[in-house]
């Protein structure tokens, strides 16, 4: 479903209503109790995303909101960096909007009173919604509002390098969830904890590829200029402080091949055995049948045999002794 609340376009997919059911699931035997559940997951979520929306417009962003199976998200039609400041308002104006709804509903509470079953029972999921999730989000852990508020504070007191520490301390706390949740028996949030602490974990490891891959593209594009001038010794020089093994593997295996090429115009045969041994899978066949043929055109014949045995019967690096 999709509509519009203003400007901003608003979907609905079919798995939030399923969830928003399957959260209410205590109320199952009383289908009033468990309709007016939904509505208000349904209202709350809806409220806490529009807090996003207006305080990411009042800083030039063109908001639109999707209700999915874990909650809801408000993205930008055209992203663009508005500052950690701004986020971190950002980030909090969810929250704070689920407070406000929360503290309206408690303050009606008292004053009317209404004193019936199901009105009753609107009350309290308006106040476990708005104020219990409200603070449970605010937990400082990604990808939660608590999460981004922690990560661009970390970016303002570590001039920008604030993603990796927040990943860490994110992954750490979903552990930490994950292994209380699985004490008490709190299925649902040990399944939550465990997503969390998967999407940290990953989310580090892609930005260790990213830290290890732009010196490496740097490295790469510099060794291609040293073989044009047929300088193999400084191509080995450039790339091999950055052949990390935490590059990505499309980059690294381009930087073998190069870094192989020049250990073999260079005739480091000690020390070019062992790396195709080692990366035969990354470098792939037909670059080893070209190394043996250069190896041939050299005069090594041996080596050439040798390389050739990686492509027809690959062996262990220790292989060449």
């Known amino acids: ?175 930490c969830v994950l292994a209380l949740a699985t004490l008490f028996g709190q299925i649902w949030i040990g399944v939550l904890a465990g997503l969390f602490a998967y999407i940290n974990v990953q989310a580090l490891r892609q930005a260790d590829t990213r830290a290890a891959d732009a010196p490496l593209a740097v490295a790469i594009e510099a060794a291609y200029v040293a073989l044009e001038r047929h300088d193999g010794a400084q191509a080995i020089a450039l790339l091999r402080p950055a052949l990390s093994p935490r590059a990505s593997s499309d980059l690294r295996a381009i930087a073998l091949r190069i870094y192989a090429y020049a250990l073999l115009i260079e005739g480091e045969w000690a020390e070019l055995l062992p790396l195709l041994a080692a990366e035969r899978t990354l470098i792939g066949p037909e670059e080893l049948s070209r190394y043996a043929k250069t190896a041939r055109e050299l005069g090594r014949a041996d080596d050439a045999t040798r390389i050739d045995a990686l492509v027809l019967r690959p062996r262990p690096a220790n292989d060449f002794g």
């Open 1 to 175: 479903m999709q509509f519009r609340f203003g400007s901003i376009p608003i979907r609905i997919r079919v798995q939030f209503l399923f969830m928003a059911v399957l959260l209410g699931g205590a109320n199952a035997r009383e289908p009033q109790k468990l309709g007016i559940w939904a509505a208000v997951v349904f209202v709350s979520v809806l409220v806490h995303e529009l807090g996003h929306a207006f305080v990411g417009r009042a800083f030039g962003l063109s908001p639109q909101i999707e209700l999915h199976m874990m909650g809801g998200t408000t993205s930008w039609q055209e992203p663009r960096d508005v500052g950690n400041g701004r986020s971190i308002a950002i980030s909090l104006a969810g929250p704070f909007a689920g407070f406000i709804l929360g503290g309206a509903t408690l303050v009606a509470s008292q004053l009317i009173q209404p004193g019936h079953a199901l009105a009753d029972h609107a009350i309290k999921s308006l106040l476990w919604v708005n104020i219990g999730w409200g603070i449970i989000n605010l937990v400082p852990m990604l990808p939660l509002d608590g999460g981004n508020v922690m990560r661009s504070a970390l970016h303002i007191f570590t001039g920008g390098r604030g993603e990796k520490p927040a990943r860490v301390v994110s992954a750490i706390i979903a552990g």
